[in-house]
């Protein structure tokens, strides 16, 4: 196959890259930075003090989410969200399991790249976090009460949901779209087909009420490849904004064959029309499934299957959606505080395009279009123009606001954060970034009152930074003072998987409604043992039940007898404690899946199939007490079809309510 | 592997203890107990971290406990709750993870029992009955999240076992 790279391209990239050189060679600041003499008192958190705002990075290809403390850069947990995480159980444990369910089966693993906190009046209001998975189209929704996953649903008739989940100002919606347009409806057809068959979509999913996640509605939009989204604010309320490129419908070498356009487009999508199109019944309800998973009252999840979601073409809906030129392949859309000004990150362009949002409005008024794509309106780029930043730096990205009038845009290319001043559109500041920054955050930087403090850059690639780790480095964090009018830069540290994008809130908006224990008199577990005097085994069939209790230091029971080769054995383990960080764990020999940590007032279920006759120690891992180390207990397996009863030492009624098993 | 043995100093002091819990039990039941005046902070016992209040009624937010006859709809809740968050440990007659309870609402002043479920980390810290008791069990007594009116039933169940148990005692192999 002839791969045709354009010359002028590549002229356009060495000559970038050398003024990148020349750039960086000529900043006065050598590879450490600006490190002024107080830097260290600047991020310092004293032992036992707390950290002034909670941070959430995506963990990018872990799958995960974590939570720093800023400004220190300490690491405070690892929720686990799209992946499997063998060091608590999530999505081993029966009550988790459910939570990676989709409508392609069991999913236990996912790309998560952006965070995004929930908000009321464009403000963020500490009560979720979302985040997206990239791979298999899905939404998860975290609790900052508990700072665990709750809700996942996926989403149909999508691929690479990368445009995800960026919220609107009261969390009325979380959309989704399409980065790899795909048949729309999925069908086996040849990739050759692409611009008859493969389409976008841009999904509206209702998120303010936890266990009712749905899809309210989806737009089917060109096969372009869409990457960015954040919804308008203020005077912009009721719109969303989204970055596409891949114009030109490539689908192969896209590094090249994407790349060709001076111009994509930001589509600007009106979901407050798009609402009054599904209230008058248009559209239509196209039969896709998709999964919704939702952990309630019980934390026992449940995965259940819809069908169905209400589908859009722009033909149906006039004024829904808008397309503004934007050069060059844009990546990030961010709309100021004000929600006037849509910047878009043309990562292969020399300029960033500052859209106007009254200029959209009256340039939409008077139908002052330069034409159509597959029938939707393109604006003329002039019309909607606002200014242009002149020399950002190379591969501009993303830009955050400090709420202030600054906007702070990372160059990936140039590895470097570029400050600039909105209204002026001049470069007022720079600093280098170690290295390739990808996203910028700054504590409420995408929405309407900024904590405008500190930026952090979400670096790609790390190369000398830290010590050598071989071939697979850290990705890493950049914490840097934006507090002044220079930017000063604070401190490194490390990060898991990929730190993709970031948000953050003052620490006083969550820490005192975080819960620390679940009321062991309002477990509903239906497998819960809610007291000693109940610790218990039961057969049914080939399953065997265990009941079983975990309180400092001890199980109950802590002898098992009765279990056969052949047999289901599911542990389903209450931790009776009620006090703060003590939670118990439970492991067991030769067990094939993973280990269960189990928070005060919980209930855990494992499931083991033993495969040998034996006797199996199981143990408490998380240590809990001075005895921890005497945590222990006995499971004896005897082979199929023994006759050993089934006993255990709980002082509940062991019993067998069926027989079977031991074939 | 922790291996945790008294050693001769904490002999001794239980030995002190002794003595002291010995007080305790003397203790009029049914008379009401006389309230610590707020912020009165008494001098503290010589060669012990708490004060003769403290050492009599417990540290922790009870107070004064005003007892009168058994309440038998809050026993029946004070046995619900033994059963989800105490039970695990203790038993009435017998050495378990922890004493054996019978019988120790007539050996403790009702606000000693009460604070030792509400607030045992600090019990077990500062109070030499409390620290006695760890020293001689090993496992330290968990907070259970109680409310103070989930430990007046507690309480009141405790004070009905005390009662059913007084024509068969002696199983108890020693006192909390």
């Known amino acids: 196959m002839a791969r045709k790279i354009p010359r002028p391209f590549v002229l356009g990239l060495v000559a970038g890259a050398a003024t990148a050189v020349f750039a960086y060679a000529c900043r006065t600041t050598g590879p450490k930075g600006v490190l002024d003499g107080d830097v260290a008192s600047r991020v310092y958190v004293a032992p036992g003090e707390h950290d002034e705002f909670y941070a959430f990075l995506s963990g990018g290809f872990s799958g995960q989410v974590t939570v720093y403390g800023l400004p220190s850069g300490r690491l405070l947990k690892v929720v686990p969200v799209f992946s499997q995480h063998a060091e608590n159980g999530w999505g081993y444990s029966e009550e988790t399991k459910p939570m990676l369910e989709t409508s392609f089966g069991f999913v236990p693993w996912d790309d998560a790249h952006h965070p995004q906190l929930s908000k009321t009046n464009g403000v963020a209001d500490g009560r979720w976090l979302f985040i997206n998975a990239n791979n298999t189209p899905r939404i998860a929704r975290i609790s900052l009460e508990t700072f665990e996953t709750e809700e996942i649903i996926e989403i149909p008739q999508s691929a690479g949901n990368h445009a995800s989940p960026f919220v609107t100002p009261n969390s009325e919606y979380v959309v989704a779209s399409t980065r790899f347009s795909v048949p729309v409806p999925q069908r086996d057809i040849s990739v050759a087909d692409y611009k008859a068959a493969f389409k976008g979509t841009i999904s509206f999913i209702r998120a303010n009420v936890p266990g009712q996640m749905d899809i309210a509605f989806q737009l089917v939009v060109p096969g372009y490849n869409y990457d960015l989204a954040h919804a308008g604010k203020g005077p912009s309320y009721g719109w ?293 005097a109940d610790a218990r085994v039961e057969r049914t069939g080939g399953t065997v039940h ?91 397996v005897s082979p199929a079809g023994a006759n050993v009863v089934l006993t255990s030492n709980g002082a509940g009624q062991s019993r067998v309510l069926a027989s079977g098993g031991g074939r | 592997m922790i291996v945790i043995r008294p050693t001769l100093n904490l002999l001794v002091v239980l030995a002190m203890l002794a003595l002291i819990a010995g007080c305790g039990s003397a203790e009029e039941s049914g008379e009401p107990a006389v309230a610590v005046a707020g912020g009165a ?77 509400l607030n045992p980390g600090e019990m077990v810290r500062r109070h030499p009955v409390a620290r006695a008791m760890l020293a001689a069990h090993y496992t330290e007594m968990p907070a259970q999240n109680l409310t103070e009116e989930e430990a007046r039933a507690l309480l009141e169940y405790l004070r009905a076992q005390a009662a059913e148990g007084q024509a068969d005692r002696g199983g108890t192999t020693e006192n909390p």
């Open chain 1, 240 to 532: 969303a904004f989204f970055t596409t490129y891949n114009t030109e419908q490539a689908n192969t070498l896209l590094e090249i064959n994407a790349s060709q356009r001076d111009k994509d487009f930001v589509a600007a999508v009106n979901w407050r029309r798009a609402e009054e199109c599904v209230a008058q019944g248009r559209g239509r309800d196209v039969p896709v499934t998709y999964a919704h998973n939702y952990m309630g009252e019980t934390r026992v999840a449940r995965s259940e299957l819809k069908r169905g979601v209400r589908v859009l073409e722009p033909a149906d809906c006039d004024g829904v959606i808008y397309y503004l030129p934007t050069p060059k392949s844009p990546h990030g859309v961010d709309v100021d505080p004000s929600g006037e000004y849509i910047v878009a990150g043309g990562k292969l362009a020399t300029v960033i395009p500052v859209h106007s949002f009254s200029k959209m409005l009256a340039a939409i008024e008077a139908k002052d279009f330069e034409g159509e794509a597959d029938g939707i309106p393109v604006l003329r780029y002039d019309a909607v123009l606002a200014g242009e930043v002149q020399n950002p730096g190379l591969g501009p990205l993303h830009t955050e606001f400090d709420g202030k009038g600054y906007a702070y845009t990372s160059a990936f290319l140039s590895s470097e954060i570029v400050k600039w001043k909105l209204g002026t559109w001049e470069v007022v500041d720079r600093i280098p970034t170690y290295y390739s920054i990808g996203h910028l955050m700054i504590p409420g930087g995408d929405s309407e009152k900024p904590w405008g403090k500190y930026v952090i850059a979400l670096n790609k690639i790390t190369k000398d930074r830290y010590l050598p780790t071989g071939p697979e480095l850290v990705h890493a964090a950049q914490l840097i003072d934006i507090s002044g009018e220079r930017m000063r830069l604070l401190l490194d540290f490390p990060t898991l998987g990929e730190p993709h994008y970031a948000q953050a809130l003052p620490a006083d908006l969550i820490k005192d409604k975080v819960v620390r224990v679940y009321d062991i008199q309002r477990n509903r577990n239906p497998y819960a043992t809610l007291s000693e």
């Open chain 2, 41 to 117: 902070t008494a001098a503290l016992v010589p060669g012990l971290d708490v004060t003769e209040d403290e050492l009599k009624y417990g540290i922790g937010p009870i107070r004064n406990v005003e007892l009168g006859p058994l309440d038998d709809a809050l026993v029946a809740r004070g046995e619900a709750l033994f059963k989800t968050k105490c039970m695990a440990c203790h038993r009435m007659d017998d050495r378990y993870v922890g004493p054996a309870l019978r019988g120790v609402t007539e050996r403790r002043t009702p606000e000693f029992v009460m604070n030792m479920m």
């Open chain 1, 546 to 636: 265990v009941y079983m209790t975990a309180i400092r230091s001890h199980f109950s029971p802590d002898i098992i007898e009765g279990i056969r080769v052949g047999d289901t054995v599911k542990f389903h383990v209450t931790n009776l404690e009620q006090d703060w960080d003590v939670p118990h764990g439970f492991a067991a020999m030769g067990v094939q899946n993973a280990e269960l940590l189990i928070m005060p007032g919980e209930t855990k279920t494992l499931t083991w199939v033993p495969k040998q006759p034996g006797v199996y120690p199981f143990y408490c891992t998380d240590f809990c007490s001075a005895l921890h180390q005497e945590m222990q207990g006995y499971v004896r």
